[in-house]
């Protein structure tokens, strides 16, 4: 493999507080500043494995609003949600850190002169911020963000277009849902699945079809790194 596109939340970055955080509590704010909707909790919802705008539309559906009312606030739901968390994440103590063997199995990838990139649901400003705190943003350059599709799938073709790569057989995704698994395939990648989200062992095996498309963890650098570039 010459490019191995990663998801965030789950796969390589993990939340370090109990508390809401900055993100939810952004989210929570524009809803209402933008569509009216007062002290919805976004993960009181099932978003694991949806993009940022996917899950906007998902709360506003739920709530009674069409696609027509949900697309005209979009734009400014967009850029007003990541201008909140900015402001909320000033002097707040650490909500984010790598899992475990993250950050060696992604040096490991840089040394052998691998392109790395994102393939994640989360705006733009949002991903690279996550990334800071686990101090992970050092080894990407480029990827796919949540502004680029309510699919995932959208996001990873994106972050496909953005590496360069025209060979589709030479990239492999790594996340830790079945969502990414489908961004994948849809577009004719290799999806690989790590078992450290929300997702087991087991339900990865049989999501994917074998296996060898999953790993429990990156602890065995050297073995995550065999597996993603095999």
């Known amino acids: ?17 109990r508390s809401a955080t900055s993100k939810q509590m952004a989210y929570t704010q524009a809803l209402a500043d933008i569509y009216g909707l007062n002290s919805i909790n976004y993960m009181d919802y099932p978003i694991f494995g949806l993009t940022d705008r996917g899950i906007l ?28 968390h900015a402001d909320l994440s000033v002097g707040r103590k650490q909500q984010y850190k790598a899992l475990p063997g993250a950050f060696q199995l992604l040096k ?5 002169g691998v392109s790395i990139g994102l393939a994640t649901g989360n705006f733009e400003s ?8 686990a101090k992970l943003d050092q080894f990407f350059d480029y990827g796919g963000f949540g502004e680029a599709g309510i699919d995932r799938a959208d996001i990873v073709k994106n972050a496909i277009s953005k590496s360069g790569e025209m060979d589709m057989k030479s990239i492999v ?28 062992m087991d339900e990865l095996i049989k999501y994917t079809g074998s296996e060898k498309h999953v790993l429990e963890g990156f602890e065995d650098v050297d073995f995550a790194v065999s597996f993603l570039l095999e």
């Open 108 to 112: 490991q990838l840089k040394k052998r």
């Open 1 to 17: 493999m010459t490019v191995v596109l990663f998801d965030i939340d789950g796969t390589i970055v993990t939340k370090s507080v």
């Open 173 to 200: 995704l790594l996340g830790d849902t079945l969502h990414d698994v489908d961004a994948a395939r849809q577009n004719g990648i290799h999806g690989r699945a790590v078992a450290t989200g929300q997702f087991t």
């Open 57 to 84: 539309f998902l709360i506003l559906r739920e709530n009674g609003l069409d696609d027509v009312d949900i697309r005209e606030g979009e734009t400014d739901f967009i850029g007003l949600v990541q201008k909140i």
């Open 126 to 133: 949002i991903a690279w911020f996550k990334l800071h705190q």
